[in-house]
T-cell receptor, first 115, second 109 residues
Framework: NAGVTQTPKFRVLKTGQSMTLLCAQD?????MYWYRQDPGMGLRLIHY???????AKGEVPDGYNVSRLKKQNFLLGLESAAPSQTSVYFC??????????????FGDGTRLSIL | GIQVEQSPPDLILQEGANSTLRCNFS?????LQWFHQNPWGQLINLFY?????KQNGRLSATTVATERYSLLYISSSQTTDSGVYFC???????????WGAGTKLIIKP
């Protein structure tokens, strides 16, 4: 059982380039999330999805787009990368949120550097 | 929205010592999780503990929801316990885990 898998693990981009980060989960979870972690800080939510075909903005959505075409995959796109987007990106999934919450499960992260 | 504060920010201990890490949150929570981020950056799920007490080996956690805090206990510390410990809480939004700034733990041999 792989859990949450992120690809790639590392990437270096030049300012203005575009790229897509892929998150895949094999736990049949409804909810998926993209976070970023900057040095010395906790994670901040970029976008999330409560089901296939739906996405919503989190705390820091500017400069990013997401898509959830299949339940098991959640893609994070950078259309025109900026140095401020240099960060470690984490994907997570959970089976359900609400009053009967379940924990979020995290991938190993993607280290992204924008030059 | 909910605020999450962790203390202490840094902790340096000798191997074998015990430690207590604290997480305060400003409002009622539906979900509280403790994570260990190892030196390679991986986030390890330690506990899902919106209330009550749980134990896993040398680690245990207690959340007192009515008083809005959670404690993580590490006994007989080992060098592999080094890293940053985060607590994260889910409030009324039901979607966004709000993270504390972490406690950086260094265990010296």
């Amino acid at each position: 059982n792989a859990g949450v898998t992120q690809t790639p693990k590392f990437r270096v981009l030049k300012t203005g380039q575009s790229m897509t980060l892929l998150c895949a989960q094999d736990m049949n979870h409804e909810y998926m999330y993209w976070y970023r972690q900057d040095p010395g800080m906790g994670l901040r939510l970029i976008h999330y999805s409560v089901g296939e075909g739906t996405t919503a903005k989190g705390e820091v959505p500017d400069g990013y787009n997401v898509s959830r075409l299949k339940k098991q995959n959640f893609l994070l796109g950078l259309e025109s990368a900026a140095p401020s987007q240099t960060s470690v990106y984490f994907c997570a999934s959970s089976p359900l949120t609400g009053r009967s919450n379940q924990p979020q499960h995290f991938g190993d992260g993607t280290r992204l550097s924008i030059l | 929205g909910i605020q999450v504060e962790q203390s202490p920010p840094d902790l340096i201990l000798q191997e074998g010592a015990n430690s207590t890490l604290r997480c305060n949150f400003s409002d009622s929570v539906n979900n509280l999780q403790w994570f260990h981020q190892n030196p390679w950056g991986q986030l390890i799920n330690l506990f899902y503990i919106p209330s009550g007490t749980k134990q896993n080996g040398r680690l245990s956690a207690t959340t007192v929801a009515t008083e809005r805090y959670s404690l993580l206990y590490i006994s007989s510390s080992q060098t592999t316990d080094s890293g940053v410990y985060f607590c994260a809480a889910l409030g009324d939004s039901n979607y966004q885990l709000i993270w504390g700034a972490g406690t950086k733990l260094i265990i010296k041999p």
